[in-house]
């Protein structure tokens, strides 16, 4: 249960909040900005009162991007401006670089971290690589933050929707399968320079 609950964490990056944004999308192209909004508040309160309802808590993503969503609604509605609205993405994108780079400035790797939660041990050769993953990882989200708020600010409601639901999740899939592909080449190469650093034992003399 434990495991299947740090995994969820995980995904709820990515697809927190995605059926508030479905749904905002789809109502405010048929109904206009305010029921848009409305339909998004609702689903993203709904999402927080799923959750609850099936694991007995809400996990902190979840009051995070929901949260942001909800705040952002309401803001959107008083000021009858969708804008802010569809700026979620960009922060909680932006929100997830700083705390990536955080952690390494405080020498606490958030990937490592993260790994380990789930009973997984990493060896030393592998850690010694993570701290670079984080930090091109975040330089990923900062990069995906600009682009959002420039969706949201300068795109139409369906592009910024698109680039919420699939752009970020195909673009992560895609960088994140060329971070495994160079992790495997590095570990590699630093396993066999580390062979041949060996110095073979000398034999005692009889």
């Known amino acids: 249960m434990e495991l299947k609950s740090k995994r969820s964490q995980g995904l709820a990056l990515f697809f927190g909040g995605l059926l508030p944004v ?43 991007g929901n949260g942001m969503l909800i705040g952002l609604g309401a803001l959107s ?17 932006g929100l997830f670089a700083l705390t990536l780079w955080g952690s390494l400035l405080l020498g606490k790797n ?44 300068h795109w139409s409601t369906a592009s910024w929707a698109l680039l919420k639901g699939v752009g970020l999740t195909v673009s992560f899939v895609l960088y994140l399968g060329l971070e495994v592909w160079w992790l495997r080449i590095r570990i590699r190469n630093l396993s066999r320079l580390q062979n041949k650093d060996v110095t073979p034992p000398i034999p005692s003399p009889k």
């Open 22 to 64: 479905i749904a905002f999308t789809v109502i405010e192209d048929q109904y206009g900005v305010i029921a848009g909004l409305l339909a998004g508040v609702a689903f993203g309160v709904g999402e927080i009162i799923w959750e609850l309802l099936k694991y007995r808590k809400v996990q902190r993503l979840t009051w995070i």
């Open 77 to 93: 509605l008083i000021s009858s401006e969708g804008m802010w609205f569809k700026l979620q993405p960009a922060l909680m994108e």
């Open 110 to 153: 958030l990937i490592t971290a993260m790994v380990e939660a789930q009973g997984q041990q990493l060896p030393e050769i592998v850690k010694t690589q993570m701290r670079g993953l984080s930090f091109r990882l975040g330089l990923f989200f900062a990069v995906h933050a600009v682009i959002a708020t420039w969706a949201a600010l």
